[in-house]
Each structure stands twice: as C-alpha cells, then as structure tokens.
C-alpha cells in the first residue's frame, strides 16, 4: 500500500553545502547478521545500513568529513541525533565515519568556524555514552586520551551546568537558543532542544517545569566523563565528575511518584519542588538508564512497559502513555509515535537492571513492527519515527507522515537491538579484548560474522547447542556465563544452558 497523504520533505536543499560519498555501498566490510529462524529481520539489517550510506557526507564545511548525517537534509547537524546514530555506526566504525561525526561537534564547541550550524546547543548531552560505545569496539585509548586531555567534554558539562543563559544565541549554533537553565532542584528546558518537540510534558507550561530527562542525562554524562577520565588516568578529575553524579543521583529520588510508581517532571508552581507534573512518556526511564533508581523504583517502572495502558501494547514506548489524554493514535509526532532513540535507550535502561529476557522480547517486537511497515508501505523504507497503534509511519505534528530513509537514529533497532538483544551480544569490550554472548535458543544459525574488535575480527555463529568461533587474535568469551579465553583460530564451543 501507498501512504495516503503527504510527508515531510527529504528533497535536499538547493544551497546544501555537503554532499552523499560517492564510494559504493561497502557491504562486504560491514558486521553479517544471522538470524535463520527470522529472515525478514536481517533483511531489514541489511536494508538499514544501506540507507545510512546514503547518509555519509563529505563537506568542506565542516571541520572533519565525511561525517554521518541524519537524514534531515538541511545544513545543520543535531547533537543528540549524532550521538544516537554512532551507537550503531560502532559496529562499522572503520566504514562508518563515527569518529568524525562526533569531532565535528567538539571543533565547533571549542571555537572552530563552520558552515553547517549545530541545531540546539543544549539538546541531550550524550557525547559521553557515544565515546565510551567507540572505546569500547576500539581499543583506542589515544582518542580518548586526547580527548579528555582537551577537556572539551569536561568544558562542555560545565557550561551546562552554569553558564547556559536562555534565550542565548550561540556563535556554534545560531540556528536556535539556548533553553536549558540550572536550578537548585533541577534544569528548566522546552520541547525543541530537549528533542521531544511537541510533547505535552507540563502540558505546554514549559517555563514552569523542572524536566527529570535533563537531570538524568546530565548527571549521566558526569559520570561518562568520570570513566573516561579514568581511561586516560586522570583520577582527580574522575573523582570530580563522580561526586557531580552522586549528587544528581540523590536529587532525582525527588522526582519520584511513589503513588503512581513513576519518575514525573516536577512543577515549580508553588514553593519548593512543587508538585509532579503526571505526564508519562519514556523519558521517564533516564533515570533507570543512569543507574539512579532504586530496585522498587526501577521494579515499577518495568510494570509500565508492561501496561498495555501505559507504555505497553502492541508495540512498546509510544512516545506518551496510552491513556493520556493528549496521545494520538496516529502517533502526532512526540503525542504517541514511537521513537527509536526513546525506545533504544529503554531497552538498555532494561539491560542494566537485568531484565534482559524482556529487552530481547520487546526489541524484536520493535523489528517486526519496521518490517511490517517495510513490507506494506510505500516507499519501502525505514521511517524517522512510527505509529503505537498500526504499523505505520507516525504522522507529524502537523499531520503528515514523518521522514522517510531515516537512519538517522532509526537504524538503532534493525542494527544495534538486533545485535545486542535479540542475538545477545550483550558487550563487547576491545581493551579487554572480551565478548558477553547470550544467544536465543534458535532452531536455525545464530549470531554475527565479521565482527571488528579493535584489531580482532570475530565470527559467532551458533548451531545445534555449539557455537562456532573464530578469531584472529585472542578473545576472552563469556558465553551464557561461561567463561573461555581462545586462542586465535577456529574453535567449537558447547553452550551452556
């Protein structure tokens, strides 16, 4: 079927001031999926990568290229996207210009003239999570070195916390201002730069709301920075950005709703904290994401995904609960649409806290729900967000349908969720050189070949309760929690049950 209607355009801009790479598609150097009980999902994998190599930019104006781009196509560049989008260019990031992406950033932060704006300074700061992610596929300490020795993330944080000035237009950006504010009790924010653009969070009061995402996120970066700073060995600074999260840690447990069992927004309506703001979406599960909650806390936030009231039902984490009264069947943009870097990030909140059984069963949920849109929706393509209730592209704040050829931050689940939830590469640590695996029990093949792991290439394939392992340097494998060092080379490995 052809989508009734109209969509956003993704018709480049005339004056745009990059252009796609002109290498072809490189599909042979790029991780192969296995999943012979599911074929339709390594096709959509597949699919995903080549619409991102759509989105490979080189430019003269920006300070690194190429560079990935969203799929927004206009001459600006989204932090928060960025991020996002090297969490599955990881996986190739000897293809992928994932170190680039994210330098471009950094240049421009640290004075650097550039012609392709940053959109929202002050958008998610998830630089921190991307960088760790490189590491860990890399190996490569000298980034991250150079990096923290360059203390523009450090810079970064701290401007955050006490020099962003709403309403500030800055040179790095200029294509909107600065909304993000610290208070005592937490940050004041908006829709736009938060990213979740018309969400009804505070029910348009913005200007009166204490946002529970910006207080997770940046003490989540705090402590990001804090481990890399360990990486590079500066313990005093590591020690600074720790004591920045702990304190964020113990100011959040105000955000909780013990009645509703729910991290909310607060209001700064009456004195003090106020009262919650009881708006449910998925942002309420940054702080289970940082490692701020409780067990009884994180405990009823996995009953809401659950709910198939709240942010369950037949496709988990529409962007508002079910039953709230401004969610939108067709998904209204950030009104019920779902999201995949919302949903990507509730999977691995879930990961964290050892509900992975659910974190696979929901992620392949997801996948389905993409193909299906895949299969039946004209064009056939992934889309920049989608419906909580057909399988759909969600329509827009406006009422179109949304982006198409988004990965973009789409590619989250079809890449990345498939890997780590659904064939259960769980961690991959290339300084350590070590794998977590926990495979589904499949009745056909399963797993990944051509894995790149720092300077390691590693095949995991199982069959019939063995798994089939290859390597080029030696690789520490914890296999459904049995641990075994291999030598380089070929090896069969009997999986544990």
Known sequence: ???????????????????????????????????????????????????????????????????????????????????FMALWGCYANDVYPVANT??????VISGKECGIKVHHPDNPPLFGWAELELYRHTGNRERVEKLISGKVLQNYYKWRENSAAPGDYLPWSGTAPVMLRRLPNGYLWSGNPSG???????????????WVDALAQQGMFARDVAELCMIAGKMDEAAWFMEQYESKKQLICNYFDPEDGCFYDRTLSRPGFGG?????????????????????????????????????????????????PDFDPAGGYWRGGVWLPVFYMTMKALGKVGENALARKLSLQ????????????EPHTIWECYSPTEPLPSTTKSGLFC????CGWSALAPISLLIEDVIGLNKVDAANMSICWNPPATQGKCGIRNLKLGGNTVSLVTAGGIAEVENTLTLNLTLNGTEHRLAPGRHTVKISL
């Open 1 to 83: 079927m052809k989508i009734p209607g109209e969509q956003i355009s993704s018709t480049p801009d005339p004056n745009q001031l990059f252009a796609p790479v002109t290498e072809k598609f490189p599909l042979e150097k790029l991780p192969e999926a296995v999943y012979e009980d599911d074929p339709g999902v390594v096709e959509l994998y597949r699919e995903a990568w080549r619409i991102a190599w759509s989105h490979v930019y080189n430019s003269c104006e920006m300070p690194f290229s190429p560079y990935l781009g969203e799929g927004c196509c206009t001459n600006k560049v989204w932090i928060w996207d960025s991020c």
């Open 102 to 107: 994210l330098d471009n950033f950094y240049a």
């Open 196 to 210: 979740m653009d018309n969400t009804p969070r505070g029910r348009g009061s913005y200007q009166m709301m204490l």
């Open 276 to 324: 919650f703001i009881k708006v449910l979406t998925p942002a309420s599960f940054w702080p289970v994401f940082a490692q701020m909650s409780t067990p009884e806390q994180t405990g009823a936030m996995v009953k809401t995904l659950l709910d198939p009231e709240k942010l369950g039902g037949v496709v988990a984490c529409p962007s508002v609960s079910r039953s709230d």
């Open 366 to 377: 997801m996948i389905h729900w993409m193909k299906e849109c895949f299969d039946q929706v």
């Open 403 to 406: 982006r198409k050829d988004f």
